[in-house]
């Protein structure tokens, strides 16, 4: 168990020199970064567990919705605060890389940025799952929230780096009800390829929609039922 840090800015250029080093050297040692100048202890105090396995991102979500709550955090002190999402993403390392087989190579996957800057925000392997979670819960946050904590989310992506799809439910909902197959457990077989009717189309209608329609005062199931003929095969029965 670990208290919860902040990652200062000497932390993530350290951070930074260990992402370097360790895509050429899988073995290299990581720093310990656990204390000052590199980073500083959260307030309020939180606790969490710096060993625990997480078997999807909803794992990780649920995690830290739980710990956040019990320490009294709100969603609104903390999604802001990229020294903190960089600190659990050093923290938890070993688990977001799959053991370190899984490296990707945009330090933004790991070092987070700030969330005016959205599509680099959203790549952030540990920040967004969290976000859309504490936003949505269960079952609209499935899409992002399905596959394990080291690999990207072609949703998250896609669909969160859009702000004015993202912060309206129900488009959100409409989203979970086209595209995710609650039999399978994960998305649509296509649902964020270029087809027709994918997500990527869904978001390109939808800003169509935005000058002839009042969008954002329509329930999911007026906005599925006005979509064109394209999104037939995608539509819930």
Request: hydrophobic content about 35%; glycine content about 4%; proline content about 5%.
């Amino acid at each position: 168990m670990i208290a919860v840090r902040r990652m200062l800015q000497k932390g993530e250029d350290s951070f930074r020199e260990f992402l370097n080093q360790v895509r050429e050297n899988k073995s290299f040692p990581k720093p310990d970064l656990n204390n000052e100048p590199f980073s500083e202890e959260f307030s309020p105090k939180i606790i969490i567990d710096d060993m625990i396995t997480f078997k999807s991102k909803q794992e990780l979500a649920e995690y830290l919705n739980k710990v956040f709550e019990i320490s009294g955090v709100k969603r609104e002190d903390v999604i802001g605060d990229k020294g903190l999402w960089t600190w659990l993403a050093y923290t938890w390392f070993e688990q977001i890389t799959n053991n370190r087989c899984n490296i990707l190579k945009r330090e933004e996957h790991y070092i987070c940025t700030s969330p005016s800057n959205y599509r680099r925000y959203y790549i952030h392997l540990v920040a967004p799952c969290y976000i859309i979670y504490s936003l949505y819960g269960l079952p609209i946050s499935k899409l992002f929230v399905y596959n394990p904590p080291w690999e990207i989310n072609d949703f998250t992506e896609r669909v969160a780096a859009n702000q004015f799809i993202i912060s309206h439910k129900n488009i959100m909902e409409a989203i979970y009800r086209l595209y995710f197959d609650e039999r399978s457990g994960r998305p649509k077989r296509g649902a964020s390829s270029d087809e027709e009717g994918s997500v990527r189309r869904f978001i390109k209608v939808i800003q169509q929609f935005e000058f002839t329609y009042d969008i954002y005062s329509m329930s999911s199931d007026q906005i599925i039922n006005l979509l064109p003929p394209e999104f037939n095969r995608w539509k819930p029965s």
